[in-house]
């Protein structure tokens, strides 16, 4: 009986000494190869985020968008503010259509309030659209919601920010 505690206090032990090392190098591991789950801050979870919709859509990944984006998911554009996107047109739209850069996602601003995070940022169109001077940078402002212990995307406000020679680049 006495050999049974102590080899199950050693057991405890040895396993306790070996999340702690498994847990101490994932923390060592650099921000950019950490998964959005385990994020430090708002700041690189929701960096980490916006990268893997846009990183998804230029994929078509989606079995990703579809965990990703919640069911209400709606999106408006301020070229024409009435013409509202659901998520049922918006997944196989940026499936087919996305034509921004996933990673020149600049100006991140995050606030988080209530179970509710505001992303907002500029985002530039891909290398293969950016000599064309009529193409738009975006600024994107994007609501997260929790849901079932992870972060939804529930709508997307999109505002084109012409660029040119006398405006320069956002």
């Not at 690189?44 to 990268?51: D, I, N, V």
């Not at 660029?163 to 956002?170: A, L, T, Y």
């Amino acid at each position: 009986m006495k050999q049974a505690v102590v080899l199950l206090i050693a057991l405890l032990v040895v396993t306790s000494l070996r999340a702690q090392t498994r847990h101490d190098s994932d923390s060592t591991k650099p921000e950019a190869e950490r998964p959005a789950s385990d994020a430090h801050s708002f700041m690189e979870l929701f960096s980490k985020l916006e990268r893997d919709v846009a990183l998804a859509a230029q994929k078509q990944d989606r079995d990703f968008l579809d965990l990703t984006v919640a069911p209400e998911f709606v999106e408006r554009d301020a070229t024409d503010p009435d013409h509202l996107i659901p998520r049922t047109d918006w997944i196989p739209n940026s499936l087919r259509d996305y034509n921004l850069d996933p990673l020149s996602i600049h100006s991140l601003v995050i606030r988080a309030f209530l179970g509710t995070a505001i992303v907002s940022f500029a985002q530039r169109p891909k290398a293969s659209q950016a000599a064309d001077h009529s193409a738009n940078y975006y600024f994107v402002v994007d609501v997260w919601e929790p849901n079932h212990g992870k972060w939804q995307l529930t709508s997307r406000f999109l505002s084109p920010v012409p660029v040119g020679p006398e405006r320069g680049h956002p």
